[in-house]
């Protein structure tokens, strides 16, 4: 049975817990409301640069006009996959972590050879106990995420499809929902539109477009600019994702001190009580052992 005193600093020590977790919570909900600004203004733009492109590129008729349009026999699939750097945030990446790794065992089911990427030291973390080859790792991007981050990927990105040393770029991540939902999601960023694929070719409908001043200007100056602006998106959204999840975990926490606070407190007024009374029945034994 604990004494008092070890009860009073186990309470204490609770509520210093409490008070860490609150803060965190606070901490977190002040980058989501910064984080969630920038996505929501920029993902109507990702989303329609996505839709445009892909119209513009399945529509046009002339096959590998641009090498980022250009579609080769899947032999090597390179997978990014963007985590946090940090803990503290729940399921949040062993979620994106579990989706990853089923999206890896499904490529090399189809007899693919896989390359993996990662975004965030939880992934890296990941992959190396699991003495797993990583080609390429950015870490400390968590929490100040610049559009020259997904710049520096992009580019990484771009040089390795068009040497046609990688086939295909998926990167997964985690698409924000809600303050509740954040979705771990599998995006194709190359190639964009599949040119020259047999589903592409093969199709009776087709769509004619005119280009101004050019198709290859056009597609010279967009396509690479729409890769970036996907990775940049795809940051966006986990970074409010992570910091939605470390919000509600934090809050979780904090509910959770002061459950144990109130158990805590209910222990110690028993134990408080069964000395006042093992005292009185002291006085009371030796008050009658005074009368005798």
């Not at 984080?35 to 920029?42: C, K, L, Y």
């Not at 991540?173 to 960023?189: A, C, G, N, R, Y």
């Not at 002291?282 to 005074?290: Q, R, W």
């Amino acid at each position: 049975m604990p004494t008092l005193r070890d009860i009073r600093k186990r309470l204490k020590a609770i509520a210093s817990t409490k008070k860490i977790t609150s803060a965190m919570k606070m901490v977190a909900a002040a980058k989501l409301r910064k984080v969630q600004d920038r996505m929501i203004n920029f993902r109507p733009y990702a989303v329609k640069m996505e839709s445009v492109l892909s119209d513009l590129a399945s529509g046009s008729t002339e096959a590998g006009g641009h090498p980022l349009l250009v579609w080769r026999p899947k032999k090597k699939v390179e997978v990014i996959v963007l985590t946090s750097d940090r803990g503290l945030c729940g399921a949040y990446n062993s979620n994106i972590l579990r989706v990853a790794s089923q999206q890896i065992d499904s490529l090399k089911k189809e007899g693919v050879e896989v390359s993996i990427s990662v975004i965030g030291r939880k992934a890296r973390d990941y992959f190396k106990r699991r003495s797993i080859a990583i080609r390429n790792a950015w870490i400390g991007l968590s929490g100040k995420i610049t559009y020259a981050n997904a710049q520096e990927i992009a580019k990484d990105v771009i040089e390795n499809y068009e040497n046609e040393n990688i086939d295909e770029f998926i990167i997964v991540f985690s698409e924000f929902k809600s303050m509740i939902v954040q979705k771990p999601t599998t995006q194709k960023l190359l190639p964009i539109g599949e040119i020259g694929s047999p589903q592409t070719t093969s199709s009776t409908a087709t769509a004619t477009f005119e280009f101004e001043p050019s198709r290859e200007v056009l597609f010279e100056r967009l396509l690479p600019k729409y890769v970036e602006i996907q990775i940049y998106r795809a940051l966006l959204e986990s970074q409010a994702s992570e910091e939605a999840a470390r919000m509600t975990a934090m809050e979780n926490a904090s509910k959770n001190c002061e459950d144990m606070i109130a158990k805590v407190t209910l222990i110690a007024n028993k134990v408080r009580q069964a000395g006042i009374t093992k005292e009185l029945m002291d006085i009371v034994g030796g008050v009658e052992a005074l009368e005798k």
